[in-house]
């Protein structure tokens, strides 16, 4: 079982022990979840998760963006900033927001 994102499954990541929160074949589903703190990969994908709440404008939007997308775009999961964030996010609203004060000022 991998938790964050399902295109962490059979990525090999040996420092993320490949992403593998457990398997439900020899653990329970419950007791696999209560341990989830202890996984490396989850820990550094919330460091990730509380420096972009810290540090970007666009948090309250996007939320942090995707486990897969800052490991596969930066090959780390406490970055903060990636690329699909700044084209499918940051974008958007920057775009939404001139939009909004164009109209707002006509």
Do not use: W
């Not at 341990?35 to 810290?54: K, P, S």
């Not at 930066?74 to 164009?102: F, I, M, P, W």
């Amino acid at each position: 079982m991998v938790l964050l994102s399902p295109e962490l499954a059979d990525t090999a990541a040996p420092e993320y022990g490949d992403f593998v929160a457990g398997n439900i074949l020899d653990r329970p589903l419950p007791e696999i979840l209560r341990d989830v703190h202890r996984l490396r990969y989850v820990r550094d994908f919330l460091t990730g998760l509380d420096r972009c709440q810290a540090e970007c404008e666009f948090f309250d939007f996007c939320r942090g963006a995707q486990a897969a997308n800052r490991y596969f775009e930066n090959g780390d999961l406490t970055t903060t900033e990636t690329n699909y964030c700044r084209v499918s996010r940051q974008a958007l609203v920057t775009a939404l927001s001139t939009l909004a004060t164009k109209e707002a000022v006509a």
